[in-house]
């Protein structure tokens, strides 16, 4: 989901900072209107660095290499604060490694954010509607690989027709992780719902 400097339209990168900035203030917002910000700072930081981590991780799927996202579990465990988690790790990877360029990190934070904070709002209603825990989390997991991909796809399909190839090829290969990251994402859940329920967005009787 990197993608890289030289590819879009001036058109598709502007969306892409313009949509980030605004979820990004709006997402401060939000979590300032659900408790205090300052106390979800260590949080945040570890689901960062695992961000970070994870999509360095490339696994070649033919005709291209895939990597982990972790934006449905992100999504979960930090609620609006998961876009400018991910920002953040973009923004490192982009300066430190080189993943994806500068003046794409905008439309590459929106691909991988936007479905991040659809997942946060699936969970807690499907919790709220009393659905098991591990089972909404895989849902968020794989949702959040499937919109994303869905978001890139588009991303390149706009830019020109010459991309419509490359869109459809990144499809395919990013099911595997749509798979990988649902198992994932149910296992975490699982685990944070039985040894720390206060990390998820869960109302109150639900963590008992």
């Known amino acids: 989901m990197h ?21 990004i203030a709006l997402a401060f917002r939000w979590a300032q209107k659900e408790g205090n910000i300052a106390e979800q700072i260590p949080k945040l930081s570890v689901f960062t660095a695992a961000f970070f981590v994870a999509s360095l991780i490339h696994i070649n799927v033919p005709p291209t290499s895939v ?8 999504g979960v465990v ?18 430190l490694f080189q993943h994806g360029g500068i003046t794409t990190i905008g439309v590459n934070s929106f691909n991988v954010g936007a479905p991040a904070l659809i997942c946060y709002a699936v969970f807690r209603k499907g919790s709220g509607m009393g659905i098991s825990k591990p089972a909404i989390g895989g849902i968020c997991g794989g949702l959040a690989i499937l919109l994303t991909t869905v978001f890139l796809a588009i991303t390149l399909i706009t830019t020109g027709q010459q991309f419509e190839m490359m869109a459809k090829l990144v499809v395919i290969p990013h099911m595997v ?12 859940v699982t685990y944070l719902a039985k040894v720390k329920p206060e990390l998820l967005p869960l109302k109150r009787e639900d963590k008992k």
């Not at 990597?67 to 992100?74: Q, S």
């Not at 930090?78 to 990877?93: D, E, N, S, T």
């Open 3 to 23: 993608i890289s400097d030289g590819v879009l339209s001036p058109a598709v990168i502007a969306f892409g900072w313009i949509s980030s900035i605004i979820f």
């Open 67 to 74: 990597h982990l996202i972790l934006n449905g579990l992100l």
């Open 78 to 95: 930090l609620g609006a604060l998961a876009y400018p988690a991910m920002f953040i790790g973009l923004v490192l990877q982009a300066l």
């Open 177 to 188: 992780i749509m798979v990988i990251e649902a198992l994932v994402t149910a296992s975490v």
